[in-house]
């Protein structure tokens, strides 16, 4: 007997993959496919609790869902055409130019890079041993 629960397993596991999707690609029709993978996981769990709660709600929702993703698939194919021919890549952190003004490039982060060397920190004296003090021969006395 299939659950609720196993609905919304499968759609939290959708959401889930497209949003580590999203997150970690740097194509943007990737991106915008795990987008819509996000999208049809939360179309699931509406179903799922329309059908189990004996209401169209759920189906209501839906229909609102996969509108939406209709109307983001044209603009966003027309988009990736518009980004693609200007600059002859697809890749999200080569439009640094697209930013709004005043704001700093973002940098990526390599996180396998092998960390830069430190610089040496000051050394403190040992416990116990009087730095060396100057000495206040020829200074003015008040």
């Known amino acids: 007997m299939i659950t609720l629960g196993h609905f919304l397993a499968v759609g939290a596991i959708l959401f889930g993959l497209g949003l580590i999707g999203f997150l970690t690609r740097r194509n943007l029709i990737t991106m915008f496919l795990s987008a819509e993978m996000m999208l049809q996981g939360v179309l699931l769990n509406f179903l799922a609790f329309g059908y189990f709660h004996g209401n169209l709600t759920g189906q209501v929702f839906a229909l609102f869902i996969i509108t ?75």
């Open 68 to 142: 939406v993703a209709a109307c983001e698939a044209g603009l966003g194919l027309a988009l990736f055409l518009v980004l693609y021919r200007r600059g002859r890549t697809l890749d999200s952190s080569a439009w640094q130019n697209v930013r709004e003004a005043g704001l700093p490039p973002t940098v990526d982060v390599d996180l396998f890079a092998e960390p830069e060397p430190e610089e040496a920190m000051p050394v403190l004296p040992v416990a116990g041993r009087k730095p060396g003090a100057p000495s206040l021969e020829g200074a003015n006395r008040v």
